[in-house]
């Protein structure tokens, strides 16, 4: 396996753009040819985790990037497909829609839903990781199972849980949502690993034109990059990404796990980069634990432990969104929120004040039943749930 990285820049926003810095990329890495034979059935997994403020937000990759990879992979002979399965709670129809996504359905470009149940992705089923540290089985779909490889295409951005996410933690889109949130329960960044153990992704394609920063994975702050990134080490590819956004390689949780259980170097010293040189293109991105939305209290207290997974992370964040929109913000003076399972020791009983105190869906529930807590019911729950459970009761809420 090759260890190059290429970084190329963007000439400008135009499809014909994105196309020539990710054909660029392919060229710098030696082609398609080694990793796609004739005939193979290749998934093109880009990250559509949510709806997003916009398509070019930086939350999202965006339909140009999988595209140009799309027609790259039909021009070595193999039959691509984009699919996607976005987080829990999420319709990944919507997304993508929100994406633009549908624009290349009707152009006759396979985009699988799925979570849908139009069957495009086969029936679900089992595969057993041998080796797993963590996720000895896993719920996929047998569009996955039988593809001969699998290129993961996220978006650069940083992650209120692993600091930044990338093409590796991006393949837990191909599961279940019953493994993911199995994944987040049992422990988030080795499970990744053992999925990306497992999948083999051949090659990794950043999507960093729009990136983002500061509270990921969905409301980060749009910070324009105008770069592609690519590399079929998919350690040295997260390695030099994060590098790119300010982060050592042993600061990033997945990257590390990665290299240790040599899936890929990231040792910089042994990275060959192709294109421009990090120093010039790289800037420190703001980290998620450094971003506080304004006008949140801060006496607001957050408890969420590893369990926690996407769907009631993005619906706290989310929730305190539409708080702010509504002027509701002053109801999280001294409030303190609760969501995925935590440990009981997180949670000292003579600190909760019940009024204050809410806990947010289904894993979060023995709670409020052992404590007599509110509660949002959901998996996750819907915002108006939540913030009707915050500022306590219908009347005072009636947004949607
Ligand atoms: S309740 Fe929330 S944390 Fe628990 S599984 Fe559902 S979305 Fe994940």
């Given at each position: 396996m090759s260890s190059t990285v290429s970084i190329r820049k963007t000439r400008g926003n135009e499809y014909e753009d994105i196309k020539e810095a990710v054909d660029r990329v392919i060229e710098d890495l030696g082609g398609l040819e080694d990793i796609i034979r004739p005939g193979n059935k290749v998934i093109i997994k880009p990250n559509m985790v949510a709806v997003p403020m916009?398509?070019?937000?930086?939350?999202v990759t965006r339909w140009e990037v999988c595209l140009a990879i799309y027609e790259a992979v039909k021009f070595a002979g193999g039959i691509p497909v984009i699919a996607e399965s976005a987080s829990v709670g999420a319709d990944t129809g919507d997304v993508i829609l929100m994406c633009g996504y549908n624009r290349l359905v009707e152009d006759g470009v396979p985009v699988v839903d799925?979570?849908?149940?139009?069957g495009q992705g086969g029936e679900r089923c089992r595969l057993v990781i041998d080796?797993?540290?963590?996720?000895h089985e896993i719920i996929t779909w047998e569009l996955v199972r039988d593809a001969d490889a699998v290129i993961t295409v996220p978006v650069m951005k940083t992650h209120d849980q692993t600091e930044i996410t990338l093409g590796m933690k991006n393949l837990k889109g191909l599961l279940a949502d019953d493994s993911k949130k199995r994944f987040h329960r049992d422990g988030l960044i080795e499970s990744v690993v053992d999925l990306n153990a497992a999948l083999r992704p051949c090659l990794e394609i950043v999507d960093g034109t729009f990136a983002a920063e500061g509270i990921g994975p969905v409301f980060g702050d749009t910070r324009e990059m105008d770069l592609i990134i690519g590399s079929k080490d998919i350690v040295a590819c997260e390695a030099v990404t994060g590098k790119i956004m300010g982060y050592e390689p042993d600061e990033v949780p997945i990257t590390a796990a990665a290299a240790a259980r040599g899936l890929g170097t990231m040792d910089l010293a042994e990275i060959e980069i192709a294109g421009e040189k990090i120093e010039d293109v790289g800037s420190r991105f703001v980290r998620s634990c450094e971003t506080k939305i304004e006008g949140v209290a801060d006496s607001f207290r957050m408890v969420l432990?590893?369990?926690?997974c996407t769907g009631c992370r993005n619906t706290v964040v989310s929730v305190l969104m539409d708080m702010k929109e509504a002027g509701l913000?002053?109801?999280?003076?001294g409030l303190t929120v609760i969501a995925g399972?935590?440990?009981?020791?997180?949670?000292?009983a003579d600190d909760l004040i019940p009024e204050k105190t809410v806990c947010i869906g289904a894993c979060a529930k023995k709670f409020a039943d052992r404590y007599g807590l509110r509660w949002a019911e959901g998996c996750p729950p819907r915002n108006r749930i939540a913030i009707e459970a915050i500022v306590g009761g219908r009347e005072k809420y009636d947004g949607e």
């Amino acid at each position: 396996m090759s260890s190059t990285v290429s970084i190329r820049k963007t000439r400008g926003n135009e499809y014909e753009d994105i196309k020539e810095a990710v054909d660029r990329v392919i060229e710098d890495l030696g082609g398609l040819e080694d990793i796609i034979r004739p005939g193979n059935k290749v998934i093109i997994k880009p990250n559509m985790v949510a709806v997003p403020m916009s398509r070019l937000s930086g939350a999202v990759t965006r339909w140009e990037v999988c595209l140009a990879i799309y027609e790259a992979v039909k021009f070595a002979g193999g039959i691509p497909v984009i699919a996607e399965s976005a987080s829990v709670g999420a319709d990944t129809g919507d997304v993508i829609l929100m994406c633009g996504y549908n624009r290349l359905v009707e152009d006759g470009v396979p985009v699988v839903d799925l979570k849908s149940k139009d069957g495009q992705g086969g029936e679900r089923c089992r595969l057993v990781i041998d080796d797993a540290k963590i996720a000895h089985e896993i719920i996929t779909w047998e569009l996955v199972r039988d593809a001969d490889a699998v290129i993961t295409v996220p978006v650069m951005k940083t992650h209120d849980q692993t600091e930044i996410t990338l093409g590796m933690k991006n393949l837990k889109g191909l599961l279940a949502d019953d493994s993911k949130k199995r994944f987040h329960r049992d422990g988030l960044i080795e499970s990744v690993v053992d999925l990306n153990a497992a999948l083999r992704p051949c090659l990794e394609i950043v999507d960093g034109t729009f990136a983002a920063e500061g509270i990921g994975p969905v409301f980060g702050d749009t910070r324009e990059m105008d770069l592609i990134i690519g590399s079929k080490d998919i350690v040295a590819c997260e390695a030099v990404t994060g590098k790119i956004m300010g982060y050592e390689p042993d600061e990033v949780p997945i990257t590390a796990a990665a290299a240790a259980r040599g899936l890929g170097t990231m040792d910089l010293a042994e990275i060959e980069i192709a294109g421009e040189k990090i120093e010039d293109v790289g800037s420190r991105f703001v980290r998620s634990c450094e971003t506080k939305i304004e006008g949140v209290a801060d006496s607001f207290r957050m408890v969420l432990d590893e369990s926690a997974c996407t769907g009631c992370r993005n619906t706290v964040v989310s929730v305190l969104m539409d708080m702010k929109e509504a002027g509701l913000l002053k109801y999280t003076e001294g409030l303190t929120v609760i969501a995925g399972r935590a440990d009981d020791d997180m949670i000292d009983a003579d600190d909760l004040i019940p009024e204050k105190t809410v806990c947010i869906g289904a894993c979060a529930k023995k709670f409020a039943d052992r404590y007599g807590l509110r509660w949002a019911e959901g998996c996750p729950p819907r915002n108006r749930i939540a913030i009707e459970a915050i500022v306590g009761g219908r009347e005072k809420y009636d947004g949607e």
